[in-house]
């Protein structure tokens, strides 16, 4: 009987009308849209060798103590320029989006507190941050929405959490 | 275009390529998540989630596999998540006999009917067996399909299906009398 594959005629029609689904809502898909072109963010830093040539070598000639700009790996790249001061600059590429802000364990998680700023391309929304060494735990807000920072390491599983990443301020003024 | 040609342009860095997947595929998937979640609101964060996670682990996909059942296999699992997730926070507000008796409407075909009726009897049945028998007869695929999607044995899959059948068609028959 279980190699019987079909379907009993008392169900045909029910299932019918289960396979007519709902219908993707505009808002939804650019909602999504604006997620992936964040994921999208980390292939291209990913295929600029130079800047990581050119970090190795800004590193080794000034021991890192004046900027410092990091390529990491593919799986966890984010990109972060610092200035003396442990200054840390956000980049977040979202064109959709209206209002941008970051927040994080630095500010209280507070969406009103560090408003981003959109570039001069339009696509990219920065914002500097003078942070004192330690770990943070951060993410951005988009439109209302906590996303976590698709370039940066995890804080850890965002299954049953809110989405966050972490950034590393050393006490030279670097940051990963 | 194929979903193998459109994922190794996608991975060249062709946003339009993956546009196309999601088209393809995320209807589907928010389908399947409707029926299994039983309300649109969960379904398409946990689509909204799959298809991020697609683009993420994309690099991982085998193109010489089934795309549509290398998505649906991260997608099962997002819905199984978000199941226990909802679980969790329904009990509390479910269970206001009042107030579903005023947001309730009158039904305008029996199409409604009927579509109501076979919702209501999803929720109804053991979610396995609801996954089961969402996959192989709403979404079609085959019983290998659901195995690699499911990581579940095929002969274990097909007494699901089996048995989400027997317990549909008796609560249909129940609503029928009620």
Not at chain 1, 64 to 82: E, H, I, K, M
Not at chain 2, 60 to 83: E, G, K, P
Not at chain 2, 142 to 160: N, P
Request: net charge neutral.
């Amino acid at each position: 009987m279980l190699d019987d594959e079909r379907l009993p005629s008392s169900l045909e029609q029910a299932v019918d009308l289960l396979r007519d689904g709902p219908p993707i809502r505009d808002e939804w898909r650019s909602a999504l849209d604006v997620q992936l072109s964040q994921q999208v963010t980390r292939r291209v830093w990913h295929v600029r060798p130079m800047h990581a040539i050119a970090a190795c070598a800004m590193f080794v000639l000034f021991g890192g103590a004046v900027t410092a700009t990091f390529l990491l790996s593919r799986d966890n790249a984010r990109v972060a320029s610092t200035a003396p001061q442990s200054m840390v600059r956000f980049d977040l590429v979202a064109p959709s989006a209206v209002r941008v802000s970051i927040v994080g364990d630095f500010n209280g998680w507070n969406a009103e507190a560090l408003p981003m700023r959109r570039s001069g391309d339009g696509r990219t929304w920065q914002l500097d941050v003078k942070l004192p060494p330690g770990r943070y735990t951060y993410g951005f807000v988009v439109d209302g929405r906590l996303v976590r920072d698709p370039s940066a390491p995890e804080s850890g599983s965002d299954d049953f959490g809110v989405p966050s990443s972490v950034v590393l301020v050393s006490h030279r003024g670097g940051s990963t | 275009m194929t979903d193998a040609t459109l994922v190794l342009a996608a991975l060249d860095g062709d946003r339009a390529a993956f546009a196309t997947l999601v088209d393809r595929h995320a209807p589907p998937c928010l389908r399947f998540a409707t029926r299994m979640l039983g309300n649109i609101h969960d379904a398409e964060e946990v689509t909204q989630d799959t298809m991020m996670r697609v683009h993420r682990w994309l690099s991982r996909y085998d193109t010489t596999q089934s795309f549509r059942t290398w998505v649906m296999s991260i997608h099962v699992n997002r819905c199984r998540t978000a199941l226990l997730q909802r679980g969790r926070r329904t009990r509390r507000i479910v269970l206001d006999e009042p107030v579903v008796l005023l947001a309730s409407v009158p039904s305008t075909s029996a199409n409604t009917d009927l579509r109501d009726a076979i919702e209501r009897a999803l929720a109804q049945i053991e979610p396995m067996q609801r996954e089961a028998f969402l996959l192989r007869h709403v979404e079609q695929l085959t019983y290998d399909e659901m195995a690699s999607a499911t990581t579940a044995g095929v002969s274990a899959l097909k007494m699901r299906v089996q048995r989400a059948c027997e317990r549909l068609q008796v609560i249909l028959a129940e609503d029928r009398h009620a």
